[in-house]
T-cell receptor, first 111, second 110 residues
Framework: ETGVTQTPRHLVMGMTNKKSLKCEQHLGHNAMYWYKQSAKKPLELMFVYSLEERVENNSVPSRFSPECPNSSHLFLHLHTLQPEDSALYLC??????????FGPGTRLTVL | KQEVTQIPAALSVPEGENLVLNCSFT??????LQWFRQDPGKGLTSLLL?????REQTSGRLNASLDKSSGRSTLYIAASQPGDSATYLCATGNTGKLIFGQGTTLQVKP
């Protein structure tokens, strides 16, 4: 695998479910990011991890919980989501402050 | 608070035409500016990165310019092809945090 990978690519979940999104980067970068892309809205930065420490939490509801166990892996744990949370969730990585590279995204649908 | 605007929202051109996509931002204190391409339902592909000290970057048929003082960047696409059809996004960066515009959706007709 090269670049940034995300699994699953598609996810459908009920509002009471718990699920996790996974991101892995194979680029040797030290920063990882979660973005949300909703229809008709610009991409929104959710979380930033630099050297495995969370350095940005962009006023994201607590039903989204990120985890960065090492510099190559990033998770987004989902719990009691709402239908308006349905979106494309994109992961990215970079050397801090430099060009960001994105994964293919997870298309999430909350019923 | 940084705001990024892209005009036009959509653009349709015949194949072979040269075109310019515009991006404006409200806060000139940026670290860099990045242009991306996004195909429907897919992730983002990085096209060009311009550091704040640079004026332009080129890659193949693409040329991106940056004028920090006026808060503007342009993406020039030469000799457009149907395969260039996609949404083009610009984003300004400050210590790694990217703020995105809403994108310009380009259709190149054969």
């Amino acid at each position: 695998e090269t670049g940034v990978t995300q699994t699953p690519r598609h996810l459908v979940m009920g509002m009471t479910n718990k699920k996790s999104l996974k991101c892995e980067q194979h680029l040797g970068h030290n920063a990882m990011y979660w973005y949300k892309q909703s229809a008709k809205k610009p991409l929104e930065l959710m979380f930033v991890y630099s050297l495995e420490e969370r350095v940005e939490n962009n006023s994201v509801p607590s039903r989204f919980s990120p985890e960065c166990p090492n510099s190559s892996h990033l998770f987004l744990h989902l719990h009691t989501l709402q239908p308006e949370d349905s979106a494309l969730y994109l992961c990215a990585s970079s050397q801090t402050g430099n060009e960001q590279f994105f994964g293919p995204g997870t298309r999430l649908t909350v019923l | 608070k940084q705001e990024v605007t892209q005009i036009p929202a959509a653009l349709s051109v015949p194949e072979g035409e040269n075109l310019v996509l515009n991006c404006s931002f409200t806060d000139s204190a940026i670290y860099n500016l990045q242009w991306f391409r996004q195909d429907p339902g897919k992730g983002l592909t990085s096209l060009l990165l311009i550091q704040s000290s640079q004026r332009e970057q080129t890659s193949g048929r693409l040329n991106a310019s940056l004028d920090k003082s006026s808060g503007r960047s342009t993406l020039y696409i030469a000799a457009s092809q149907p395969g260039d059809s996609a949404t083009y996004l610009c984003a300004t960066g400050n210590t790694g945090k990217l703020i995105f515009g809403q994108g310009t959706t380009l259709q190149v007709k054969p």
